[in-house]
């Protein structure tokens, strides 16, 4: 395995970093972490010069005995000196220096004043407040501290589109095994969750041989490690790390185990408190009446017993559903055939990968009649966004295009970057002549929650905004929303005319389910976009639809569900 400058570093940097906690020579210390430093900005590749002979300490900050380390990182790939201080602190101590806002320095601090050397009794000295009393730490650190304990927390889910992934394929593999019955992905997968913690799969069985259905379900090639084998019960770790779950059950119960194994614990609370006040007893086996089964083998007649509807996965939050189930008063959820044209994509003019032709042939066959075409602004010169000409010239093709396409329209539109200061990257006049004019924050994004809030309320005044893009600007797993007030956004956005965005690409999926509730109950409606930058890209549009679906929305909610005739109307009224 080729070793590259970049390993070297890291391990140079870890030396320094285990060294410093663990109290060692301040100028050893140093040693290192200057040589980490030497390696990050070289740009001949260390093992070449190794393979041939060079001399290393010709390299600033690095003597003989470094020289001698970097040569052994080379050979072996790792540093025993290294591998030795891992065996010596606790690793998990390592792992608090993954902590943002925790250096080596104040690693061993909290381990002298507190003992603190894993992450589950950081987080508990800082939920108990004990953080602040150590001399040079305080409040704001330690609630930092929390945050960023959580947000590492977090990072462990896997976003739904790649857990699709797995459990389609895993799903294909499932069904060639004799034995099985019914199978379902359960859990917050079927709930529709924008992450899931892992995969729960359940099974009924056709024969009788639960043994013959767990051995093919541990032959699966993608496992890495099985957690656990059981008759009815096992687990496994896949390559992609993702953990899944396999239950297996009779049929006379599988209605039972899916309403049970999809949750959320919360929603199965509810339904076992209604099953109790009847005098049932509930568990994933099936309703009972004493000793005998009177419910269990689907989902609607577990829910049918307890005097309710069947209730869609996505709303099964114990948010209000069981409730509105026995009134009989469930949302009629918005599906993706509602949807009649794409609000927010890319072409090659700035970061797409096809060009507008081609995603109007794609949005076509999505069953479209409508597709935006929303380009970057100036202001995100990486992707040499459109400047007020190169927007003009647009808006021409655009109308060239239409004049040859029957029953589609494609609609000239912008993501103009909303600036620092709340105005817009480009001239009135010309976004006077687009049909839809989307509107986002991209820079400048490190502003006081109050500074953000008015920001984009100056951009939702704006005459020519039709839509609020991206209103929380996060990437799952990457990095926090900025901090905004959206029910302020949402209330002016409703007097103003302005409809906000719910962008269906995996990782961002800006509006959370609560979001979209939010904006229900103020009356706003939502614009569904996928974001595309390809043609495959436009299928984003069913993330978009889940999250929506959990945040109670049907299909009047929807700004796109309308026809372009009925859009145009309401977009003029601004
Ligand atoms: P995840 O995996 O963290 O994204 O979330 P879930 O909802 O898939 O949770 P998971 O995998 O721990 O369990 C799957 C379902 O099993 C969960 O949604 C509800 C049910 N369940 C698990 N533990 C309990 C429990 O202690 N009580 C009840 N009532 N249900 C449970
Ligand atoms: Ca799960
Ligand atoms: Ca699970
Ligand atoms: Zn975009």
Request: charged share 35%.
């Amino acid at each position: 395995m080729p070793v590259h400058n970049s390993d070297i570093k890291k391990i140079l940097k870890d030396m320094a970093d285990l060294l410093d906690i663990k109290g060692a020579n301040e100028f050893r210390v140093r040693a290192y972490r200057n040589a980490a430093r030497t390696l990050g900005q070289l740009s001949k590749n260390v093992e070449e010069m190794v393979r041939e002979g060079e001399d290393l300490t010709r390299l600033e900050g690095i003597g003989e005995d470094l020289a001698g380390k970097i040569e052994e990182i080379v050979n072996t790939g790792t540093l025993e000196q290294l591998e030795e201080l891992k065996r010596e602190l606790n690793p998990e101590m390592v792992r608090m220096l993954e902590v943002a806002s925790l250096g080596p320095r104040r690693v061993k601090k909290l381990y002298d004043a507190l003992g603190i050397n894993n992450l589950k009794d950081l987080k508990e000295a800082a939920q108990k407040k004990k953080i602040r009393e150590i001399e040079g730490f305080g409040k704001k650190t330690e609630e930092k501290i929390l945050t960023e304990l959580q947000e590492m927390g977090e990072e462990k889910r896997t976003l739904l589109k790649e857990a699709e992934e797995v459990a389609e394929a895993f799903y294909s593999y499932l069904q060639k095994s004799e034995g099985i019955g019914q199978i379902e992905v359960a859990g917050s997968y079927r709930r529709r969750k924008e992450t899931v913690g892992d995969l729960d799969i359940l099974v009924s069985l056709a024969g009788k041989d639960n043994n013959r259905v767990m051995e093919h379900f541990v032959g699966y090639e993608d496992i890495t490690e099985i957690i656990s084998k059981g008759e009815t019960k096992s687990s496994v770790r896949l390559k992609s790390g993702i953990q899944v779950d396999l239950r297996a059950v009779e049929k006379e119960s599988f209605g039972a185990a899916l309403l049970y194994f999809t949750g959320s614990k919360a929603h199965n609370i509810e339904v076992r408190k209604l099953a109790l006040e009847r005098g049932y007893k509930i568990s994933e086996y099936g309703v009972f009446e004493g000793e005998t089964q009177v419910a269990g083998e689907t989902e609607e007649g577990v829910y049918q017993k307890l005097d309710m509807p069947w209730i869609p996965p996505q709303l099964r939050e114990n948010q209000g559903e069981i409730k509105a189930a026995r009134e009989n008063s469930l949302p009629s959820l918005i599906t993706w055939k509602d949807i009649q044209g794409d609000l927010h994509t890319h072409s090659t003019r700035t970061d797409g990968r096809n060009t507008i032709k081609e995603m109007v042939e794609a949005a076509r066959k999505q069953g479209y009649s409508y597709m935006a075409v929303t380009e970057h602004s100036k202001r995100v010169r990486m992707v040499n966004g459109l400047d007020e000409k190169g927007l003009l010239e647009q808006i021409e093709e655009i109308k060239e295009l239409n004049s040859t396409l029957e029953g589609f329209r494609v609609l000239a539109g912008i993501e103009v970057d909303i600036l620092y200061d709340g105005s817009l990257d480009l001239e009135g006049e010309v976004l006077e002549k687009c049909d839809l004019v989307v509107a986002s924050v991209h820079y400048n994004r490190n502003m006081s929650r109050e500074a953000m809030t008015n920001r984009i309320l100056k951009a939702v005044e704006n005459p020519h905004v039709n839509i609020i893009a991206h209103p929380t600007g996060r990437e799952i797993n990457k990095r926090r929303g900025y901090p905004v007030d959206l029910e302020k956004v949402m209330t002016e956005a409703k007097g103003a005319g302005v409809f906000m965005e719910l962008n269906g690409y995996p990782s961002r999926l800006d509006l959370k389910d609560t979001h979209c509730r939010m904006a229900k109950d103020l009356g706003v409606k939502i614009s569904l976009g996928s974001d595309a930058h390809s043609t495959g890209g436009l299928t984003n549009m069913k993330y978009g639809i889940d999250q929506a679906r959990r945040g109670w929305l049907e299909r009047e909610d929807v700004l796109n569900t309308l026809s372009w005739k009925e859009l145009k109307k309401i977009l003029k009224k601004k």
